[in-house]
């Protein structure tokens, strides 16, 4: 299985040269990173080429990079000893007439923040492969649709583009797909709050149901912690 | 001259026959369909965020929850990738207990799935039929987990507790006398193992009754036939796996194409259509039944005569045993952290696909190095499946629209996520 993957490898090496900015290969999974002007290029390739024939898009899904690597709790042990618990992040209440400019990102981020990941299946082949490309504009972040190479692509990007904002180029009908009528924002945004931004109830003086901002405060439960103290588990297996 | 024109009609989301909370907004010329525009999220919950406001291993039981007709082949999908990314290995007795307890999951999930199937069609019976043979799996997810539906059984470096001896019983009570009691108990003397395997022998009967009632029945064949045709290539292009695709005739099968758990050491075989219309699916997934019957029945061998840990004994993952954290302090301390801040993954990321019993199911992965997915992806199959509506749809009756959901076996709980 390995050993195909190399082939692969290789072979991507020599005829897409140019197209992709790296190629890793880690856990006998191939991941491909392409800056978004070859992503139609590449994407068609691997669904034709002769020796690649990708004939399934799998999955697709976005991912937003902002809060990578970032902790919620230091544990590096200092002369002071460790910080204790979590505060609770302060958050404004939801105002509706700003809801379309708060949707905006609120703080620079440094580097691309967005990125579309493609897994494509090669059942001729038995093969896997993982493609990313990142957003250029992390403001406006748009990618070119690869409905036209694999349908299957038309209801993915709806979700990626309903979850994260993300637009896609040339999208047949890119409209938003998991959420309610009318819902403001993109949820899986690691700038959304957990238990949203509004709630709903039926309100027995207008005789209808109502959007209210959320009252509950979402408490901190386990902090985010990164360790890097902790020796591996995956070395710690081989060495027993 | 009237002016004609297509009308839309609106389908569910509270129909009987949308299986769930299925929105169909439908545009009708006459009887016929030209446009089905399927609307989903009614079940929508946020798995995937709220995955990543918890612990790796307090998740487990949001898979559940997704496909709630196919519990554990969540579950594994969900464990395989934590250990892609872990690198742990599971001991072999875990292998096998997850291998049987798919197939155990696959035939609860067919079943559920031809009794829905065939209600939506007119086939009351069958309801009845296969509700009676999924009680008896469901005893054996509640023996083995203490739940019938949401188990929580497989856990990242095995699974949560080795098989039970005995299993539960059925109690007298005012409305059961102790006649009744005895030969409810009859099957149940001896361990899960004994309970399963009378299960296997009874169940290949049980398959040839369901197909006297339906798969010469002249009106199911009617209903069935030629409806929701899909060609090869197109199942491949809108992203078709699992029996919808084996359905158009590829012989595509995780388990033994890519094999996972113990599926490389059993023998079994992968029933393909050839047509790739509704009846063909149907005719798949009852074969798949009898495979699954197959594999269970090689698993409880295998499982009687070999012992063994089914558990990683990295406790860096896996809680230690109960009795050494009374006088081992580092089990304590294992103890504690695991069960207060989780254990961290490498940074990195991985997909885990397994054959659910309605297709591809896969976890996609990416750690940051902490104790919390950064992003879990979950691919589901009935996603793709829901998305190929409209083109199976398009110029057949709305009657054949409820013998399409059918055949796709839509869960809500999957495609919303």
């Given at each position: 299985m390995s050993s195909k993957i190399e082939e692969l490898q290789t072979y991507l090496n020599t005829h897409l040269?140019?197209?992709?900015?790296s190629s890793v290969l880690a856990l006998g999974e191939l991941t491909l990173e392409i800056p978004a002007r070859s992503w139609l290029d590449v994407c068609n390739f691997l669904r034709h080429d002769e020796q690649t024939q990708f004939e399934q898009l799998s999955d697709l899904c976005g991912v937003d990079?902002?809060?990578?690597?970032?902790?919620?709790?230091?544990?590096h042990a200092s002369s002071t000893g460790f910080s204790r618990a979590v505060q609770a992040p302060s958050v404004d209440p939801f105002d509706f007439d700003q809801a379309k400019i708060k949707d905006e990102p609120s703080e620079a981020v440094a580097g691309k923040r967005f990125a579309v990941v493609v897994h494509l299946l090669s059942i001729k082949r038995n093969r896997r492969i993982r493609l990313r490309t990142f957003c250029e504009d992390n403001a406006y972040p748009v990618v070119p649709s690869v409905v036209r190479i694999w349908n299957s692509a038309n209801w993915y990007e709806r979700e990626a583009f309903d979850l994260f904002g993300i637009m896609f180029n040339h999208h047949p009908d890119l409209r938003r797909i998991l959420t309610d009528y009318g819902f403001i924002g993109h949820p899986l945004r690691k700038d959304f709050p957990l238990a949203g931004q509004v709630e709903m109830r039926y309100d027995p003086l207008q005789k209808r149901v109502i959007y209210e901002p959320v009252s509950i405060v979402t408490q901190p439960g386990v902090p985010r912690v990164i360790r890097q103290d902790q020796p591996s588990i995956a070395s710690q297996e081989r060495d027993n | 001259m009237p002016e004609i024109r297509n009308f839309t009609l609106n389908f569910g989301p509270a129909h009987p026959a949308a299986h769930g909370v299925l929105r169909l907004v439908l545009e009708m010329d006459g009887e016929m369909i030209v446009r089905a525009d399927p609307h989903i999220g009614l079940l929508h919950r946020g798995t995937e965020k709220l995955v990543e406001s918890k612990p790796y291993n307090q998740s487990i039981g949001y898979m559940d929850r997704l496909d709630y007709v196919s519990m554990m082949c969540n579950e594994h999908g969900y464990v395989l990738a934590i250990e892609k990314l872990l690198g742990i290995e599971v001991p072999i007795r875990a292998q096998y207990i997850r291998t049987m307890f798919d197939e155990i999951t696959r035939i609860l999930n067919h079943l559920l799935w031809i009794a829905g199937h065939s209600l939506d069609v007119g086939a009351m019976t069958m309801f009845l039929y296969a509700f009676r043979e999924r009680e008896d799996l469901m005893d054996a997810y509640e023996a083995v987990s203490g739940a019938r539906l949401h188990a929580t059984y497989y856990r990242p470096g095995g699974v949560n507790r080795d098989l039970p001896d005995s299993m539960p019983q059925y109690e007298k009570t005012r409305w059961r006398d102790e006649a009744e009691v005895k030969r409810q108990n009859a099957n149940r003397q001896g361990s899960l193992l004994d309970f399963l395997e009378d299960f296997t022998n009874r169940f290949p009967g049980k398959v040839d009754e369901y197909e006297t009632l339906l798969t010469d029945n002249r009106i199911w064949k009617q209903r069935l036939v030629g409806v929701g045709v899909v060609s090869p290539e197109r199942a491949l292009q809108m992203g078709f796996t699992g029996p919808m695709l084996r359905g158009s005739g590829f012989a595509w099968d995780l388990r033994k194409k890519?094999?996972?758990?113990a599926y490389s050491q059993i023998d079994f075989d992968i029933p393909v259509g050839t047509n790739g219309d509704s009846y063909d699916r149907y005719l798949v997934r009852i074969e798949e039944m009898r495979q699954s019957n197959r594999i269970i029945k090689q698993c409880i061998d295998w499982l009687r005569h070999h012992q063994g840990?089914?558990?990683?004994?990295?406790?860096k993952v896996t809680p230690p045993k109960r009795a050494d954290m009374k006088h081992d302090m580092e089990a304590l301390i294992h103890h504690f952290k695991l069960m207060t801040e989780g254990y961290c993954l490498p940074e990195g990321e991985a997909y885990a696909a397994i054959e659910h019993p309605k297709g591809e199911f896969a976890c996609y992965l990416i750690s940051?190095?902490?104790?919390?997915?950064?992003r879990l992806k979950i691919r589901a199959p009935g996603f793709a499946h829901l998305s190929g509506m409209n083109e199976m749809a398009r110029g057949h009756m709305l009657s054949d629209v409820v013998a399409i959901i059918g055949s796709q076996d839509i869960v809500f709980g999957e495609v919303d996520r």
């Open positions: 040269e140019g197209k992709f900015t990079y902002i809060a990578y690597g970032k902790a919620e709790w230091d544990t | 890519q094999p996972y758990a840990p089914v558990r990683s004994d990295n406790h940051d190095g902490a104790n919390k997915p950064y």
